[in-house]
């Protein structure tokens, strides 16, 4: 009897037990309650990212269907242009076939005209394969007359795009011509720096004209980039009066001979060639470098096809 009642002292008593799962049932209720607070957290986060990328691909989506909208009424516009007819009479179709040709000419040159040249080219190769389908129905002797223009096309304008185009050589004079004004820049300051304070006024305006000279030429180079010659030469003259007031008057008849001398012997690709290789030596050959660049400046060429769909025009 003894060892019994000892072991039942050692056991917890009733009100133990029950305080212990009451505890227990605590402590799993606050469990219940993190994982709950947890999961709300976990799906608040997951449903604002969900809303964001939804956000994100309808934006996107808008985008693209804007971008398609202004491509459907540009070929709409294209295609409402009055387009004369041919000289020889010709069947419906294949005056709807030469009709929708010229529209694709068209969208050749303004490939060409955004420097997208690989795409020009595909486009020509297309109309190529286009004119030798049975399908076409126009004149065969227009259509030799087409296709053997598109092929020197295409010719052209692949070996255009393995050299260097103008644009790209005007941009590496203007940029070797900022590089020298750059460099011409600095040492005038130390040079004349133990001079009077009259020859600091004027290195400060000499300096002053130099930088707005730089700056000029930066506008030069976005128009150059842009493709639009006459805001290109409207700069590059707007440089060549701001540089002209230092170069005196016998440096700028000097200037002007070697200018004549050089237009009439050297072609103006050369001169452009020479000007990307070399750079200039003081404020006169600049100022001959914008007179040539000037003379020099890119002009577009068109295609030979589209020449000779626009002669009925004539």
Known sequence: MSMNSDSLAKEPSALQQ???ANMFLVRLQWLVILLLIAALLWFFISQQRFER????RLQSNEQVVSRLNEMDDRIFAMSQQTLPEPRVAASSQ????????RIQIQAADRLLADNNESAAIDLLRGLHWQLSQSSNEIAPALTVVIKQSLMKDIERLQARSSQPSPWQLQNLAIQNIQE????YQRPARVTDAPNTSAN???VTRKELIIHEVIMTLNLASQASNMREKDQLIGYLRQARKQLQTLVDTSASKSVTDNK???TTNNAASKQNNNQTKSAPHNIAEVVDWLDRLIATAPQSTPLLTTQILDKPKR
């Open 18 to 20: 029950r305080r212990q």
């Open 53 to 56: 990328s939804i956000n994100e």
């Open 94 to 101: 294949a005056q709807n076939q030469l009709d929708l040709l």
């Open 180 to 183: 020298f004004l750059h460099s």
């Open 200 to 202: 600091d006024v004027s």
């Open 260 to 262: 004549n001398a050089q």
